[in-house]
């Protein structure tokens, strides 16, 4: 799934150049959800860089251990909290990899999913917004998943989408038709994602040190056959 992410500093403006930012991005080694995130959204026109809580949160909800920090691509119009927010409120979040963890006969091993060039992600998410008052609100997201790619199906079965830079225009305009929304909901190319093992400290997200992400082992990934 997508249950732990590693955000390095990134250089956003270089891979969007029209993207505004106000702030300064959150980075981690070894975040976890229930916790404020960097995201991308648009507005006035262009994506600008925001924060909002990983675990979607719509007012309704009663116990915030029930806020998915995960919506599955193939079902978003079969729950109304992710039905409308994808219809509407779609949003990326930057990051460098996402941790997984291989089940093996003596425990699981985590690798980290990365670029196979280690360049930034842009990873699928929405988004929702409740008011607590005429003033002040919060906002919450969920990341959108998709199943894993051949190479990478043997150490989970699902990782978040990625949208290309080139797409982004496209996955943040509210009226982009569905139809052409699914389109970009699929599955990594092999070439585009790698996966190398590193330490079990990851285990613990109270760990941040920079040895989190360090590899432990060769990066697995594909290579292009040669003629």
Not at 5 to 14: A, G, K, M, V
């Amino acid at each position: 799934m997508a249950g732990r992410l590693y955000i390095p500093p990134l250089d956003l403006t270089r891979l969007l150049p029209s993207l505004a930012m106000d702030e300064t991005p959150i980075t981690g080694v070894n975040l976890a959800p229930r916790r404020p995130l960097s995201l991308i959204r648009p507005e006035a026109g262009r994506p600008r860089l925001g924060r909002a809580f990983w675990g979607l949160t719509p007012p309704w909800l009663k116990v915030l251990d029930h806020a998915p920090h995960c919506a599955r691509a193939e079902s978003l119009e079969q729950r109304a909290m992710f039905r409308d927010a994808f219809a509407a409120r779609r949003c990326l979040v930057p990051a460098g990899g996402v941790y997984v963890w291989k089940p093996q006969p003596r425990g699981k091993q985590p690798f980290l999913v990365t670029r196979a060039d280690r360049g930034p992600l842009l990873l699928a998410g929405l988004w929702c917004r409740f008011h607590t008052s005429l003033t002040e609100y919060n906002d919450s997201f969920a990341l959108i998943t998709v199943p894993a790619n051949p190479l990478l199906a043997p150490l989970t079965d699902r990782l978040p989408a990625v949208i290309d830079a080139a797409d982004v225009p496209t996955w943040l305009d509210p009226a982009t038709p569905e139809e052409r929304l699914r389109e970009l909901l699929v599955p990594a190319s092999g070439e585009l994602l790698g996966a190398f093992p590193v330490s079990r400290r990851v285990n613990d997200p109270s760990r941040q040190e920079a040895a989190c992400a360090h590899p432990t082992g060769p990066m697995l990934r594909q290579t292009a056959l040669k003629e």
